[in-house]
């Protein structure tokens, strides 16, 4: 099973700033990894799919890049209604396991 | 508008069964997958399972084989999630997708609550 795992676990930034999140897989997914955003209280919402093709309505703040093993989640200039978690998935192979995510805290 | 609305927030006590719902409206319920997540208290997102209500083909991620039973009856665009001896464990946020590309959640429920207590 592809492990991913998501660095740093919690980051603490200002609006702002520029946000950078990373998902790393334990063996290549090629470009088939999506981000997701979830608010307490909230569902998930799909943020970034196939590594850097944004969803229908986000922001062009969102950014994702990688292919392979190593993505990247960056957020240019973070709103106060950025802070949030963010996972990371793939879709190599089923079930392909979410990452435990990030937590992007004001700071 | 394309949404899933899923049913209320139950409260069961161990060994009893369940059934929870996700109905979807606004697009073809039998041309994408509807998967289910789990979130338990505080912690991460896990994979439970898929359905392709066109012609209910499931798959289980193995955590769960065997522990739940996903199902769908297209003629009410209406997926389900059951379980037929709950457990302490399984209280949890329960969260129901629509998969693009299989398994890319576009479209997520409200999520309902699952509390299993003695």
């Known amino acids: 099973e592809i492990v991913l795992t998501q660095s740093p676990a919690t980051l603490s930034l200002s609006p702002g700033e520029r946000a950078t999140l990373s998902c790393r897989a334990s063996?290549?997914?090629?470009?088939?990894l999506a981000w997701y955003q979830q608010k307490p209280g909230q569902a998930p919402r799909l943020l970034i799919y196939d590594a850097s093709n944004r969803a229908t309505g986000i922001p062009a703040r969102f950014s994702g890049s990688g292919s392979g093993t190593d993505f990247t989640l960056t957020i240019s200039s973070l709103e106060p209604e950025d802070f949030a978690v963010y996972y990371c998935q793939q879709r190599s192979n089923w079930p392909g396991p979410f990452g435990q995510g990030t937590k992007l805290e004001i700071k | 508008e394309v949404q899933l609305v899923q049913s209320g927030a139950e409260v069961k006590k161990p060994g009893e069964s369940l059934k929870i719902s996700c109905k979807g409206s606004g697009y073809s319920f039998t041309s994408y997958w509807i998967g289910w997540v789990r979130q338990m208290p505080g912690k991460g997102l896990e994979w439970m399972g898929i359905?392709?209500?066109?012609?209910?083909?499931?798959r289980y991620s193995p955590s769960f084989q065997g522990q739940v039973t996903i199902s769908a009856d297209k003629s009410i665009s209406t997926a389900y999630l059951q379980w037929s001896s709950l457990k302490a464990s399984d209280t949890a946020m329960y969260y129901c997708?629509?998969?693009?590309?299989?398994?890319?959640?576009?479209?997520w429920g409200q999520g309902t609550m699952v509390t299993v207590s003695s």
């Open positions: 997708a629509r998969g693009v590309f299989t398994v890319v959640m576009d479209i």
């Open positions: 359905i392709y209500p066109g012609d209910s083909d499931t």
């Open positions: 063996q290549s997914v090629s470009s088939y």
